[in-house]
């Protein structure tokens, strides 16, 4: 059970409202992220959910329950920390079992169940350490580990990769995953970088400025943007946005073509253009390309493009994936 | 630069200060040594002879050396328990978000900057006093005998005096390491669960060990040798009831003109600061092993 509902949500900090009124249901089992620019209120978000912030307003539901003004450790839900918050004085063995002491099981109980999560988490060797002997990874599976013991409603974590390295954030990006397909709880996941997003979540929640710009599945926020935000948040390399006349030809004020959506030939096309910086990542080449009025576009190519600084090229947008929006920002149909 | 040459070029700078600070040390202590074997009394100038231990003898024997020594003991327990939980507790109010923060951790800070013989005799004439003092007044408008604390209690009068100095100090390196304390780990554990007196002692009191170390270390250390305030408001009476190892010294060598036995005593004391050193190291001192 991990149904989480939010209800006109809203929180001010003195005369600032950080996030002004926020609906949101979050099914049972879903792995939910929060994506969106730092400062967006996508953390504040978190710890109203968690119970370390009191909302200024609306209602919080867990399990159709309203937890609005329950203490942090009566909501069943379980945190990670972006800086792990391990006990530094503890060793791991102590550190997964505190909070089953705190909930005062019996010792062999516990000694059995932080056995089983050392051996999930690939932790049993280090049981009797210090936080302060283990590496990054090590400390982020310790904090998993201390989350999973309590077997709690919900999980949440906040920016958990963002003190790793590249490598080990593609390893624990896996097992975070992995342990959500075992152990089928909700999952509520914070973070500002969109790949984790586009690779981890069933369900995307863009936040922006303390409002939700959408919700769906990452591919439905890939294909189908809101608005320009989304748009320009979801994708990497970012979404072309033209604006200006060639914009106002397809009837939009501004227009977005993903990288991959242009088709690109030496010999004839609809723009001409000069190739600039190329980046070539194996499997696929992003060319930025200098158009005479759209302006640089960025464009996909296959990994074995021959293409380089100065060559001439021709664009093609494909009509059919054209994204177009109006003067507001949303999406046209 | 840690070539050969710059090391001794290094050594070779630093060293007429290291030797002005060990010729500073071991002057007076090799003097005091020296005297501690001779009989050396004030009212008999020009009649020092070589004494042998029995200066030590003297010392060692005399009833008041046992209440002092007692009385020494009490006096630094008494005052480093008050200062450490007191100073606990004010920190964690001090840590609190409240109106005028700044001022009142000035004001809480105030009676460190306070001179011990100047804050001895406020407390004793102005609080401490039977017939004129505050705590006679509130006695006496309650209807109750004033205490005459002095003379009743005197070494608790004296161990309240120097707490009330000492404590700033404790609140002050406490309230720092409360700070510094990361506030994640307080949510993380209330999370998990713990109430706040779990998150005290699970959390808390384990972050300030060292801390707590560094404030019984350095305040052991000035304890050991508080004397103004003992002159000031008991003079180490009634009796030997007040008189410590450092006032008995003085009692000693200034008031019997036994510079000798002064000595001797004085050294009695050294290698009693040294033992009591050695077991707080053994006992703490690993805490500030990072």
Redesign the interface.
């Known amino acids: 059970m991990g149904r989480i509902t939010l209800r006109n949500v809203s929180k001010r900090f003195g005369e600032v409202a950080v996030i002004p009124s926020i609906n949101l249901e979050i099914g049972d089992g879903e792995f939910v992220v929060f994506v969106g620019p730092s400062g967006c209120g996508k953390s504040t978000l978190l710890r109203l959910i ?3 912030e009191d909302v200024s307003g609306g209602v919080i539901e867990i399990d159709g329950v309203n937890a609005t003004g329950l ?3 009566k909501r069943g ?3 990670v ?3 792990y ?3 530094p ?2 060793s791991v063995r102590r550190n997964i079992a ?2 089953l002491k ?2 005062g099981m019996d010792p062999a109980e516990i000694a059995r169940k932080v056995e089983a999560a050392a051996a999930v988490l690939n932790l049993t060797g280090y049981l009797d350490r210090r936080p302060g002997q283990l590496s990054g990874g090590q400390r982020q599976r310790v904090a998993i580990g ?1 989350a999973i013991v ?1 077997e709690p409603k919900a999980f949440l974590f906040d920016e958990p990769l963002s003190n790793l390295d590249a490598a080990l954030r593609v390893n624990m990006r896996l097992e975070i995953s992995e342990l959500h397909q075992a152990l089928k709880t909700t999952m509520i996941y914070v973070t500002h970088d969109q790949v984790e997003a586009m690779t981890m979540a069933d369900k995307i929640v863009v936040v922006n400025q303390g409002r939700i710009e959408q919700v769906g599945s990452p591919l439905d926020l890939y294909r189908a943007p809101a608005n320009l935000f989304v748009a320009g948040f979801i994708g990497s390399p970012k979404m072309n946005l033209i604006g200006g006349p060639e914009a106002a030809r397809h009837g939009a004020v501004t227009m977005g073509l993903r990288p991959e959506h242009i088709d690109l030939s030496t010999s004839a096309g609809t723009w001409r253009g000069t190739v600039g910086i190329s980046e070539h990542l194996g499997s696929d080449t992003f060319l930025r390309v200098q158009v005479e009025g759209p302006g640089m576009i960025t464009v996909r190519t296959g990994g074995d493009s021959g293409l380089r600084h100065g060559d001439a090229v021709f664009l093609t947008p494909q009509t059919g994936r054209m994204h177009r929006f109006d003067a507001d920002g949303k999406a046209m149909a | 630069m840690a070539t050969q040459h710059s090391r001794t070029a290094a050594r070779l700078m630093i060293s007429p200060a290291v030797i002005l600070l060990f010729l500073w040390m071991i002057v007076p202590l090799a003097m005091t040594l020296y005297f501690s074997f001779l009989r050396y009394n004030l009212l008999m100038p020009g009649m020092e002879e070589w004494a042998g231990f029995s200066n030590y003898r003297y010392f060692l024997t005399d009833p008041a050396f046992f209440t002092a020594l007692r009385n020494t003991l009490v006096l630094v327990l008494g005052v480093l328990m008050i200062t450490v939980t007191g100073g606990i507790l004010l920190a964690l109010l001090l840590d609190q978000p409240m109106w005028g923060q700044g001022i009142v951790r000035i004001l809480v800070i105030a009676p460190f900057f306070v001179m011990p013989t100047v804050s001895a005799l406020v407390w004793t004439n102005m609080f401490m006093n039977p017939v004129n003092g505050l705590f006679a007044h509130a006695a006496k408008a309650m209807g109750l005998q004033p205490y005459d604390f002095l003379a009743q209690s005197p070494l608790l009068s004296i161990t309240l005096i120097v707490a009330w100095q000492w404590l700033p100090f404790a609140t002050l390196i406490l309230l720092t390491a409360l700070q510094s304390l990361d506030s994640e780990q307080m949510e993380a554990a209330a999370m998990d669960g713990a109430g706040p007196l779990s998150r005290f002692v699970y959390i808390t009191v384990p972050h300030l060990t060292r801390s707590i170390t560094v404030v019984i270390l350095i305040q052991t250390i000035f304890l050991l040798s508080v004397f103004a305030e003992i002159l000031v408001t008991t003079n180490g009476g009634p009796g030997t009831a007040s008189t410590t190892l450092t006032y008995l010294v003085y009692v000693q060598s200034m008031l019997q003109f036994d510079v000798g036995g002064g000595a001797a005593g004085g050294i009695v004391a050294v290698i009693l600061a040294n033992v009591v050193a050695i077991f707080l190291m053994r006992m703490i001192g690993r805490n500030l092993d990072a």
Do not use: C, I, N
């Open positions: 968690a119970g370390l203490p942090p450790a839900l379980a945190m920390f972006q800086s918050a391990l006990y004085h503890m505190f909070p705190m909930a201390r309590r």
